[in-house]
């Protein structure tokens, strides 16, 4: 069986760490939104953190899926 080693650069992390950073305040925008819209309390910028963390990860993921289409036809073209 082959050894498959995988290597994640530094700059790879940098740039996961920023695309995530940007669905967190997408989606903590979204919640302040809410609150300015429907007019409730303050508090729940922080109370409802959890489901902003949640909506952070559901963003990530949904840009991981082309991004990952992206790398695995450029891996193929490059073996090729």
């Given amino acids: 069986m082959k050894d498959i080693q995988i290597i994640i650069t530094t ?3 940098k740039i996961e760490l920023i695309i995530y950073a940007f669905s967190f305040l997408i989606a903590l925008g979204s919640n302040f939104f809410a609150i300015l819209t429907y007019k409730t309390k303050w ?3 922080w109370t409802e953190i959890l489901v902003v963390f949640a909506i952070s990860i559901v963003l990530y993921a949904i840009t991981l899926i082309p991004r990952l289409i992206y790398w695995g036809i450029k ?3 490059v073996r090729n």
Wanted: aromatic share 0%; no cysteine.
């Fill in 11 to 13: 700059k790879r992390q």
């Fill in 43 to 45: 508090e729940e910028l």
């Fill in 75 to 77: 891996a193929a073209l």
